[in-house]
């Protein structure tokens, strides 16, 4: 059973902003980074933010990550159709990786 | 261009064994620290383990499910990644992937695009 907590589903129309939170604990995101992954149907994950709220090259900014305390939030601004996908957070948690139990995002 | 392909997955009894493979191309294969995670059908991902490299002194850590029945290691000749499956339970099914870092501290970057494995009587 996954120690990160998160929404079952969100949902939003194409242009608007969708906010998906992560709730953790003080061993993982209360002391270490947070990790968002991006799954699409039927393919391997995707990172998507890297240390709470760094994107790798090639992600587009309309995607962003937060921090605070002991919970992270993802935010899709200007949500796509392409955005439809399973959202993973993630973090260290001692020496453990541990990811969120997932939310899907659907484009409405 | 990195790529990462599994192999060896299919269908076992409970009880069984299995040995994955994760064969890597396009980096540095002795110099990565190699993760496994799962997802099992409709579920969401779980970490398995991991094995860093040699040089940070090869050590494994697992998640609480597979530990004492999983064992990942690693042959840098081959640049390839095992990982021993004993002891499989039905709970075990999952497709398997096999992920590594790009350096930057960008976690789990690079992903093989997986293996299925079938614990089913």
């Known amino acids: 059973q996954s120690v990160l907590t998160q929404p079952p589903s969100a949902s939003g129309t194409p242009g608007q902003r969708v906010t998906i939170s992560c709730s953790g604990s003080t061993s993982n995101i209360g002391s270490n980074y947070v990790y968002w992954y991006q799954q699409l149907p039927g393919t391997a994950p995707k990172l998507l933010i890297c240390?709470?709220?760094q994107r790798p090259s090639g992600v587009p900014d309309r995607f962003s990550g937060s921090k605070s305390g002991t919970s992270a939030s993802l935010a899709i601004s200007g949500l796509r159709t392409e955005d439809e996908a399973d959202y993973y957070c993630a973090a260290w948690d001692d020496s453990l990786y541990v990811f969120g139990t997932g939310t899907k995002v659907t484009v409405l | 261009e990195v790529q990462l392909v599994e192999s060896g997955g299919g269908l076992v009894k409970p009880g069984g064994s299995l040995r994955l493979s994760c064969t890597a191309s396009?980096?540095?294969?002795?110099?990565?620290?190699m993760t496994w995670v799962r997802q099992a059908p409709g579920k969401g991902l779980e970490w398995v383990g991991r094995i860093k490299s040699k040089d940070d002194d090869g050590t494994t850590d697992y998640a609480a499910p597979v530990k004492g029945r999983f064992t990942t290691s690693r042959d840098d000749s081959k640049n390839t990644l095992y990982l021993q499956m004993n002891g499989l339970k039905t709970e075990d099914t999952a497709v398997y992937y096999c992920t590594t870092d790009r350096p930057g501290g960008e976690l789990l970057y690079y992903w093989g695009q997986g293996t299925l494995v079938t614990v089913s009587s």
């Open positions: 240390r709470n709220d």
């Open positions: 396009g980096f540095t294969f002795s110099n990565a620290w």
